[in-house]
């Protein structure tokens, strides 16, 4: 039998409002996005993954959907859409597209419906509200505070996460009806495939009670009953052509309970977030490997930065020593079985962006006062000396103010340097092609001191992730992060070499 596109595949994730700008309005969009794809295809990346850009208020830039049938004006219309799909598949990208089933926007008709009906009716029972003189229950929202919120006629809504996100009711039968029309609206025109908002959160403890910490019978995520939706949802994509996909972002306890969502009849993927909260250490490296290969088989998916976590740049200590650990560690997840997730600027070195209050847009950061996840959503800079970079036709700073010092980070200025962080991740791309889908998935892994070594078929990878030299042993280098001289490979630095 063939293998599945995507099963070696790396795709590349585009935070629609942060690639690129096509209509000048600061904003990123799908025009924007057409007009880059060169970008990608030159980068040698295999799918895009496409954050929201349904019609919606944008109280949390998109994953609060008011309509998932349409694309927002901010981003531009179907035709636009249908466009992206239709060249990027010329090219030969595939195309996922977000799908956020937990919740929907304040803003949309089937919350409208139910405000308007009142307690006890049909249209609220499509939603979590409950009576009471206070909040039902202890539970806390992720974008801080309390996670219900009171309506005028006294009752209280669940939302999970900001308040303009009330948390739909996956028991009423409308909730699973309507998101298998979602799927297949955009199945039918031409999407390769689906990244699953929060998979592991749409059924709630029966009873909504009070949530004690640490009680494994009663978990607010991670219920059994999801996976009869993923059941559900695998057999609507396994009613068209194409091997049509879908990744979970689920983030469960342990490889083991992520290995539950990729049984045979359920999702394709599910990002190995245990991967991207490894520190810098041989031994803490080895270990995630093991464990995720012993539960998840070349079915692992591997990922280092997203647009909800710190990019892994400045995790990894910022400045040269954190750029060269980003690169060895990327050389270590791109030499393993299985796909992996890219996200866009890292293949420019971006680190985290520190902005300022004034700047905030994200609800995380609006509702609880702290730095939230605009620092890793700072719009890509493709070219000139200073903002906007070439982000769009227009002149003035983007929806996120960009540094002033990113002129070296630019697109077009590591185009034209030979030893660039984007240069490095095309000969990464390419060499990787030669061995990805033939080397096999048994990987044998260990820490040596502070070396991380792994063999998977022919290929070697070592990263050093101590203070000293290492030798390389025997073999052809194939690519190092940092030159190989005298056999040796220096401190934060990885390589691979075929036998």
Not at 35 to 43: E, F, G, K, T
Not at 423 to 448: I, K
Request: proline content about 8%.
């Amino acid at each position: 039998m063939e293998t599945p596109w995507w099963r070696h595949a790396v795709c590349y994730q585009i935070y629609v409002r942060s690639f690129a700008d096509g209509d000048g309005d600061g904003i990123g969009d799908l025009a924007g996005i057409a007009s880059r794809l060169d970008h990608l295809v030159r980068l040698g990346v295999d799918a895009v993954w496409l954050t929201p850009f349904y019609r919606s208020p944008q109280h949390d830039h998109g994953y609060d959907v008011a309509d998932p049938f349409a694309v927002d004006p901010l981003f531009g219309d179907l035709a636009a859409f249908d466009a992206l799909v239709e060249q990027a598949h010329r090219t030969g990208l595939k195309v996922l597209v977000d799908v956020v089933p937990n919740h929907v926007s304040v803003d949309h008709e089937w919350f409208r419906a139910a405000l308007a009906a009142g307690p006890g009716s049909p249209e609220r029972d499509r939603f979590h509200f409950r009576p009471g003189t206070a909040p039902f229950n202890n539970w806390n929202a992720m974008f801080g505070g309390p996670a219900w919120t009171q309506v005028e006629d006294g009752e209280w809504y669940l939302h999970l996460f900001d308040s303009t996100q009330p948390d739909l009711n996956w028991e009423n039968p409308d909730v699973p009806a309507y998101f298998e029309q979602v799927l297949r609206f955009w199945l039918d025109r031409g999407v390769d495939g689906f990244r699953i908002d929060v998979a592991h959160a749409l059924h709630k403890v029966p009873g909504l009670p009070d949530e004690i910490p640490g009680d494994p019978d009663q978990p607010q995520w991670d219920r059994p009953e999801v996976h009869d939706v993923h059941r559900s949802w695998r057999r609507v994509l396994d009613s068209y052509d194409g091997d049509r996909m879908a990744v979970g972002e689920a983030w469960v306890f342990d490889a083991d309970a992520l290995a539950r969502y990729l049984r045979p009849d359920e999702l394709h993927q599910a990002f190995n977030f245990h991967w991207l909260g490894t520190p810098w250490s041989a031994d803490a490296f080895a270990a995630t490997i093991r464990d995720s290969l012993a539960a998840l088989g070349g079915g692992a998916t591997w990922v280092l930065s997203n647009h909800d976590v710190v990019r892994h740049v400045t995790r990894y200590g910022d400045g040269p020593a954190g750029s060269a650990r980003a690169r060895a560690a990327t050389m270590a997840m791109l030499a393993l079985p299985g796909s992996a997730y890219l996200y866009q600027g890292e293949e420019l070195g971006l680190p985290e962006v520190e902005v300022a209050p004034e700047h905030w847009q994200d609800p995380l950061a609006v509702r609880t006062g702290n730095p939230g996840r605009d620092g890793c959503r700072v719009p890509l800079p493709w070219s000139g000396e200073a903002p906007p970079y070439g982000f769009g036709p227009g002149s003035g700073q983007p929806w996120i103010p960009q540094p002033t010092d990113w002129a070296g980070l630019s697109v077009s200025a590591q185009e034209a340097d030979p030893q660039s962080t984007l240069a490095f991740y095309r000969q990464m791309l390419d060499v990787r092609r030669s061995f990805a889908a033939t080397a096999g998935d048994h990987v044998e892994v260990s820490a040596e001191g502070d070396v991380l070594q792994m063999r998977r078929g022919p290929v070697r990878c070592l990263v050093n992730c101590g203070s000293v030299p290492v030798a390389v042993g025997a073999g052809t280098t194939l690519l190092a992060s940092s030159p190989v001289v005298d056999g040796l490979l220096v401190p934060d630095a990885a390589v691979w070499l075929r036998d």
